[in-house]
């Protein structure tokens, strides 16, 4: 036994090594709605997966859950008025939670945005334009900017929401400011590395995603009417691109793969398929359509194909990626919702509540299986989590966690 248990203390070691070295942030690891998980049920029972746990007391707001899968999950609510990160351990026990300020009360109150766990820290963006970074194993406070006081940032309807982007050392954020309307902070120290002014327009419920390309790395997001690059070192505005609905809401983040970058907007405007110049320097339009129109649900690239929840068209649509052309529809309850891919099938949440299971064909789309969620309150906003083989779903107070292994 004395033999074992160096070798057991390395072990453990790596372990607590690799937990604190995982970034978790909202959809997936690049942002695309991908989680990288195999052996899930391919169908379920017919009132849903088995419920492992739910938490009811998490407060107001539309944050999803972030998994560190060796250690905790995080999400954030408004309780009273204030933000609240909240740690739990895998088996649903509270570990933690942290007050960090004021939080969004006028319509739609609640927290905005998802926490991103990176090298052993919690970072979040409130309504309100705080930015701060804890400690992920005690939730002590470590340092907070204001982009609002700080950078001269500019507030918008629904409260500023931006899921948090981190590569290297840097923190990138959409301030919306005239002169600093996007920059990059030291997620460190929370310095200012680099300021841009972009467009200058106010921000877009967008979080950006990072694109590495073998001249450089480029951060794009978009504001109030514009699709933004800018080189991540630098914070050189490399291009831009007219992107423009009623609302000026473009809350998904954009979605790319080998060159070409699709951006879709709500209300009715659709989504535009750019050409990226091979050193990120420029881009040209491929395509543009209507057809799907997702708010703020996302999408998901799967064998050439766009998947994604309409706006106008409430349902389930499939686009060609190479073309813009609809190649399948499939009507839904909800008004509109959000869309993960796991293991080949696709995982959708809507705004009725309901939850599907669903296999893309050939044909169109085979729905396998649903249900609807038990708990919680308020809107169905919240994008679905799939982690070592739990899906995890947040509405509105409550979190809800259930087993799809098989």
């Not at 070798?7 to 978790?24: G, H, P, Y």
């Not at 309504?127 to 950078?151: P, Q």
């Not at 009417?225 to 050189?236: M, N, Q, R, V």
Request: one cysteine or more.
């Amino acid at each position: 036994m004395k033999y074992l248990m160096p070798f057991i203390a390395v072990l453990l070691l790596s372990v607590n090594l690799i937990s604190a070295q995982e970034t978790s942030q909202w959809r997936g690891k690049d942002r695309d709605g991908i989680y990288n998980e195999k052996g899930l049920l391919r169908s379920w029972p017919a009132a849903g997966p088995q419920l492992l746990w739910h938490y009811d007391n998490i407060g107001d707001g539309y944050s999803s859950a972030a998994v560190v899968a060796h250690d905790r999950i995080y999400t954030a609510g408004s309780v009273n008025g204030k933000g609240n990160i909240f740690a739990f351990t895998l088996d649903g026990k509270l570990a933690w939670n942290t007050e960090y300020g004021d939080e969004f009360i006028e319509s739609f109150p609640g927290t905005r945005s998802t926490p991103v766990i990176n090298e052993g820290k919690v970072y979040l963006m409130s309504g309100f334009g705080k930015i701060v970074c804890l400690s992920a194993d005690k939730g002590n406070l470590l340092w907070s900017v204001d982009i609002m006081k700080d950078y001269d940032g500019r507030n918008i309807v629904w409260g500023v929401t931006e899921n948090l982007l981190i590569d290297g050392d840097k923190l990138f954020c959409t301030v919306g400011g005239i002169k600093n309307n996007v920059i990059a902070l030291n997620k460190k120290t929370g310095t200012l590395i680099w300021s841009n002014p972009g467009n200058s327009e106010v921000s877009a419920y967008c979080s950006p995603v990072l694109i590495s390309l073998p001249a450089c790395k480029i951060v794009v997001t978009m504001t109030e009417k514009s699709i933004l690059g800018l080189d991540a070192e630098t914070g050189k505005k490399l291009w831009s691109y007219e992107q423009i609905n009623q609302y000026a809401v473009h809350a998904n983040s954009p979605l790319y793969s080998n060159g070409y970058l699709y951006c879709v907007s709500g209300y009715g405007y659709g989504g535009v398929m750019l050409k990226l110049s091979p050193d990120g320097s420029s881009v040209e339009k491929v395509w543009k359509s209507n057809d799907l129109d997702s708010r703020m649900g996302g999408m998901v690239l799967l064998d050439g194909k766009i998947y994604g929840m309409g706006d106008k068209i409430k349902g389930l649509h499939c686009l060609d990626w190479k073309t813009g052309k609809e190649l399948a529809f499939h009507k839904m309850n909800g008004k509109f919702g959000s869309i993960i891919s796991a293991d080949g099938l696709l995982y959708t949440y809507d705004e009725s509540g309901a939850v599907e299971l669903i296999e893309p064909t050939l044909a169109g789309f085979k729905k396998i299986s649903s249900f609807k969620v038990p708990y919680g309150s308020s809107q169905h906003w919240a994008h679905p989590v799939i982690e070592n083989g739990r899906l995890y779903i947040r509405h509105g107070n409550s979190l809800m966690v259930y087993d799809i292994r098989k």
